[in-house]
Structure formats: structure tokens, C-alpha cells
């Protein structure tokens, strides 16, 4: 089992930065991807970006330019710097742990945090 702990979601306002962070509790696979999803009220959860453990990372188009996604190994933890936030960024952001093996594929998920863009 992977435990995930999310933190640094809130309230900002449109034009500002906010800066997630999600811990493992442990790597069951040194080959992994993490990323960060979005599920905002009435719609279904998207990919936000994701980042392997070799550093290989892909965004969603709406984002690009504007969030940047790191890791460090070392501590099985994720980043999402977000800049220039807009109101459509509103949403319970969610961190995934994802390793997949000899066809299968396990995901593992944090709580959500909750984030906000106002105007």
C-alpha cells in the first residue's frame, strides 16, 4: 500500500501562484509516474501533468506554460507549481501514484486538496 498526503491547496486570487505538494508514505517500485489530477464540480477528473521517475513529464494544454511539475526521488514526493491561475483552475486537485508492471497497473490516490481561484 502507497499512502499519499497532500498539502498546500487554498483560496487565491486569479494571477496568483500556488505550490502543491504530495508525499508517499513509501515507493513499492522504483519505475513509477506521479502526477496530479483536477476534478472540478459537475465535470470529471482530468489529467493535470505527470512525471515519471526517470523526470519525464506531460501536461494537459490547458496548463502548459503556466504549471510545472517535479518530483524528488529521495523523499517520494511530487510538486505542481501553479502560476498564473485562473478561474477555470478551481478544483479539487488529487495526487496519483502510478506504477505499471507486467500488464498490471496499480494507482494509488491522495484525498484531494481543495483549490481555489477567485476574482
Known amino acids: 500500500q502507497v499512502q499519499l498526503v497532500e498539502s498546500g491547496g487554498g483560496l487565491v486570487q486569479a494571477g496568483g501562484s500556488l505550490r502543491l505538494s504530495c508525499a508517499a508514505s513509501?515507493?513499492?517500485?522504483?519505475?513509477?509516474?506521479m502526477g496530479w489530477y483536477r476534478q472540478a464540480p459537475g465535470k470529471q477528473r482530468e489529467l493535470v501533468a505527470t512525471?515519471?521517475?526517470?523526470?519525464?513529464?506531460n501536461y494537459v494544454d490547458s496548463v502548459k506554460g503556466r504549471f510545472t511539475i517535479s518530483r524528488d526521488n529521495t523523499k517520494n514526493t511530487v510538486y505542481l507549481q501553479m502560476n498564473s491561475l485562473k478561474l477555470e483552475d478551481t478544483a479539487v486537485y488529487y495526487c496519483?501514484?502510478?506504477?505499471?508492471?507486467?500488464?498490471?497497473?496499480?494507482?494509488?490516490w491522495g484525498q484531494g486538496t481543495q483549490v481555489t481561484v477567485s476574482s
Open positions: 496519483n501514484y502510478r506504477v505499471d508492471w507486467s500488464g498490471a497497473r496499480l494507482d494509488y
Open positions: 513509501r515507493s513499492i517500485f522504483s519505475i513509477n509516474t
Open positions: 512525471i515519471t521517475s526517470a523526470g519525464s513529464t
